[in-house]
Structures are given as structure tokens and as C-alpha cells.
């Protein structure tokens, strides 16, 4: 009788791991589906992809981007260069590190302009994407 009662009970805590892995395996998983409707809700489209298909730029192609310091900056670009950074509206000091966006020339505070091009692959003042064009016409390969 002591081997029975030692069976049913070693079967009893075995259901009960299965149990509450099959429980730990359905919460995943509901949460995985509630994230997945928060972020595309039915009849809405999500702000940011309306205007760019890409969340961001990756870190590689943005270390590729000139970076100069503002005293540079006004050699190489004399009056044409602006004052202040568009993003923290702060202006520039000649020792401030600034980051030159290749395509439209804007410059801004390296760690304002890196920031928002981790979120956004455009040019915070005119909208252009600063990642070139077969790039930016080819999904991310992941
Ligand atoms: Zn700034
Ligand atoms: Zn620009």
C-alpha cells in the first residue's frame, strides 16, 4: 500500500509541474497576442509608419555619418550654417560634436540627432531619410 500511495503521489506532483508549466505557456502566450493588437490597432494606422516604413537607423550606418566639431563646421559651411541645434534649440559652442546628416546637410548636437535617428530614419527638420536610396527601399534583413 505504501508503494501505491507513493505512485499516485509522485503522479499527482507530476500533473501538477505539467499544470503549471501549461499555465506559464498560455500566459505567454495571451501576452504576446494583447502586445501584439496594442500595437497594431484594427482600423488605425500607427503615426510613425505613415510617413517612413523604418523604426529607426542602426547603430553601423549611423557611426558612418560625418561627425564634426561646430568651429568645422562654420569653416566648411561659412554662413549657411545655423546657430543652434533644431532638436534641443540650444546653441552651438565651437567645441560642441555635431553630426552631419549626408544627404540634406543639416547638422545637429551628435547625441540630440543620434537619439532621435534611433527612432526616427529621417531628418528632424526636412523629412528626408538619410539612409540611401537601395537601402531604404530594402526590408531590414534579420
Ligand atoms: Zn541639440
Ligand atoms: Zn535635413
Given at each position: 500500500m505504501i508503494a501505491v500511495?507513493?505512485?499516485?503521489?509522485?503522479?499527482?506532483?507530476?500533473?501538477?509541474?505539467?499544470?503549471?508549466?501549461?499555465?506559464?505557456?498560455?500566459f505567454f502566450?495571451?501576452?504576446?497576442?494583447?502586445?501584439?493588437?496594442?500595437?497594431?490597432?484594427?482600423?488605425?494606422?500607427?503615426v510613425h509608419s505613415i510617413n517612413n516604413f523604418?523604426?529607426?537607423?542602426?547603430?553601423?550606418t549611423l557611426r558612418q555619418y560625418p561627425k564634426l566639431l561646430y568651429a568645422e563646421a562654420k569653416l566648411h559651411q561659412?554662413?549657411?550654417t545655423s546657430s543652434c541645434c533644431s532638436i534641443c534649440l540650444a546653441d552651438y559652442n565651437?567645441?560642441?560634436?555635431?553630426?552631419?546628416?549626408?544627404?540634406?546637410s543639416h547638422i545637429f548636437h551628435l547625441k540630440c540627432v543620434d537619439s532621435w535617428l534611433r527612432l526616427h530614419a529621417t531628418c528632424?527638420?526636412?523629412?528626408?531619410?538619410?539612409?540611401?536610396e537601395e537601402m531604404a527601399s530594402v526590408e531590414?534583413?534579420?
Amino acid at each position: 500500500m505504501i508503494a501505491v500511495g507513493y505512485i499516485v503521489g509522485f503522479t499527482l506532483c507530476m500533473a501538477t509541474i505539467l499544470f503549471v508549466f501549461l499555465m506559464i505557456a498560455i500566459f505567454f502566450h495571451m501576452q504576446r497576442t494583447s502586445a501584439y493588437h496594442r500595437q497594431q490597432p484594427a482600423g488605425t494606422v500607427p503615426v510613425h509608419s505613415i510617413n517612413n516604413f523604418h523604426p529607426g537607423i542602426d547603430e553601423a550606418t549611423l557611426r558612418q555619418y560625418p561627425k564634426l566639431l561646430y568651429a568645422e563646421a562654420k569653416l566648411h559651411q561659412g554662413n549657411s550654417t545655423s546657430s543652434c541645434c533644431s532638436i534641443c534649440l540650444a546653441d552651438y559652442n565651437d567645441t560642441d560634436v555635431l553630426r552631419l546628416l549626408p544627404d540634406c546637410s543639416h547638422i545637429f548636437h551628435l547625441k540630440c540627432v543620434d537619439s532621435w535617428l534611433r527612432l526616427h530614419a529621417t531628418c528632424p527638420v526636412c523629412r528626408n531619410s538619410p539612409l540611401p536610396e537601395e537601402m531604404a527601399s530594402v526590408e531590414v534583413t534579420s
